[in-house]
Each structure stands twice: as structure tokens, then as C-alpha cells.
């Protein structure tokens, strides 16, 4: 299915456009009281700045527990030359592993976890599934950087995510502070979509996903976001969660310190924002980076005892 008129079209010629946005940022529906549902303060936080932080939703002891499943799983994913292993781009270290979701007993669970699902529900205004989960790493002195984007911008243009409906959510597995990398975010920039130069190669995910080149901002646009809204960094220790929107600019510089740091990405979707045909005529990117085919709603578990 091709959409008629789309307002978000990028990587059609090569001059930048700044637009603004035409979705809500926090949808109306049945999730509004869940739980662990975002209070009315906190949702007008996350309105005006595209995300929210929050430090201690998970326990230290959880999340040295979830670091530990994530060593594992790269350990395993590198030795095994997983498809969901994504390397550095000199080749040599695991960088990402994706779909952890569905690779791992523990992160399925926890993405199922309500402390997670209320919010994201809450937010999205609806049932959700897993648009991609993945595990980043950046270790002491090694790992490189991921250089500024919006995340819908891609999913748009290389996966057919037709509106801004989906949140990402980000658990903390190491401390993340000023030194090792933490991910950087563009305060208001989910209120603008930047439009990117270049045409997308065929099979751009396999390069992309370790150094991205098309479907990053011009330093102009770039210079408008962060002019208007500043920078922040999302320090923090581990256990904390980050919540952002899908349109938020975000990025994070290179870890030349001694301290490793190690995130948990999972991205919600709205059921009623599946994926349609990738723009340009490009072949939807596989299933453990976009999900097409599994796109079960997550039925809600309670938090485990820690």
C-alpha cells in the first residue's frame, strides 16, 4: 500500500526541508490510568520536549541482571555470527544485536513489563507491539559514536511507518555519564521533521545500521533544532529509563573513556500504525529490524519482585 499524499518525504532530492509536525505527540485513548502511567506534570514534560527520563523505575540489582543477559547474548551473537549481530565498522567488535525480544526470555518479559507498557501505551494511545529491540554497546575506549537522526525518519522512508505513533523506551544496563557517550537529545526537536538529502542505496540497512550517511540532518536544519531547543544528555544510572519520541533528534559521540556503557532498546508501535510498502521502491529491511510479520500486541505482565 502506497500512500497517496505524504507529508513526511525525505531523501527525494538534494535540498533539506524543515516541516512541521502533523501527528499528536501523546495520543488520547483507553491507557491513560494505567498503573504506572505518566502523571498529567510529567506527560506535559514529555509534550514539549519529545522525551522523558526516569531514574530508578528499575532497581540496580535488575539492571545488573539484565547486563548480564545482555553480555551474554553478544558474547553469543559475535561467536555465532548472528544475522541480528551488527559489527563496528572496522568489523571486528559487536556493536548491536537485534531483536533481543525474541532471542531472550528475560527481554521478552521485560518488555512486557508494566512499568514499561503503561507508559508506552499511555503515550501511544493504544495496544502496542515491538517495532525493534536491540541491545547497544559502547565499550571503554572503543565504542564509536551514532551520529544524529530521527528514528521516524528512517522507519518512514525505509520501512513504511506511515505517522509519528511509535516511543522508544531505553533501560539503562551500565551508569551512563558525562564521559562514556550517553545519548544526546534535541529538547522540542519532535515537533519538526527534517526532510535529508540523498537517495537511499539499496540495502542501506547494512551499512546504516554501523555508520549512518543518508537520513542524517543538514547542519542547517540541525543548527535550527538546537538553537531553538538546546542540548541535553540523558545521564543517568543504571536502571534508569528513558522514554522518547520516534521524531525526537537525538545522537551520541564516541566512548574514549575507561568506562563501558551498555543501553536496552525497545520501540513501541501503535497497532494501529503498522508498517506499509518503504518509500522509493526500496525492499522492506528484515524482520529483526523491523517488524512486519510479528506484530502481536504485548499482553501486559506485573514487574517482578527484585
Not at 27 to 56: M, V, W
Not at 129 to 141: A, E, M, T
Request: glycine share 8%.
Amino acid at each position: 500500500m502506497v500512500l497517496v499524499s505524504d507529508i513526511y518525504q525525505s531523501r527525494t532530492d538534494n535540498e533539506a526541508a524543515i516541516i512541521l509536525r502533523q501527528d499528536p505527540v501523546v495520543y488520547p485513548g483507553p491507557y491513560a490510568q494505567g498503573e504506572f502511567a505518566l502523571s498529567e506534570h510529567q506527560l506535559r514534560g514529555y509534550r514539549k520536549n519529545g522525551f522523558i527520563q526516569l531514574r530508578g523505575l528499575l532497581s540496580e540489582t535488575e539492571a545488573s541482571g539484565l547486563l548480564h543477559e545482555a553480555n551474554k547474548l553478544v558474547e553469543a551473537s559475535g561467536r555465532e555470527r548472528r544475522p541480528e549481530a551488527v559489527y563496528e565498522p572496522d568489523g571486528r567488535d559487536v556493536r548491536s544485536v537485534f531483536r533481543v525480544h525474541r532471542i531472550n526470555r528475560v527481554f521478552d518479559r521485560l518488555v512486557r513489563d508494566g512499568r514499561l507498557l503503561d507508559v508506552a501505551r499511555q503515550i501511544l494511545g493504544s495496544d502496542v507491539y515491538v517495532h525493534q529491540s536491540r541491545v547497544n554497546l559502547k565499550p571503554g575506549y572503543a565504542g564509536k559514536e551514532f551520529y544524529w537522526h530521527s528514528d521516524f525518519e528512517t522507519w518512514h522512508v525505509e520501512d513504511g511507518m506511515p505517522r509519528m505513533r511509535a516511543v522508544s523506551c531505553v533501560v539503562l544496563l551500565t551508569e551512563n555519564n558525562e564521559f562514556n557517550g550517553p545519548l544526546m537529545l534535541v529538547p522540542g526537536s519532535h515537533m519538526h521533521y527534517i526532510s535529508c538529502i540523498g537517495r537511499t542505496p539499496v540495502d542501506h540497512y547494512k551499512k546504516s545500521l554501523r555508520r549512518q550517511e543518508y537520513g542524517v540532518p543538514d547542519p542547517t536544519s540541525l543548527d535550527f533544532l538546537v538553537d531553538r531547543g538546546g542540548l541535553q544528555s540523558a545521564k543517568g544510572p543504571a536502571g534508569s529509563v528513558l522514554f522518547f519520541d520516534c521524531n525526537a533528534m537525538h545522537g551520541s559521540s564516541s566512548n574514549i573513556s575507561p568506562f563501558p556503557r551498555a543501553n536496552l532498546f525497545c520501540v513501541y508501535n501503535s497497532v494501529e500504525n503498522h508498517l506499509r510498502d518503504p518509500q522509493a521502491g526500496l525492499r522492506p529491511r528484515p524482520e529483526f529490524v523491523a517488524a512486519r510479520d510479528d506484530v502481536a500486541l504485548l499482553e501486559r505482565v506485573e514487574p517482578r519482585q527484585s
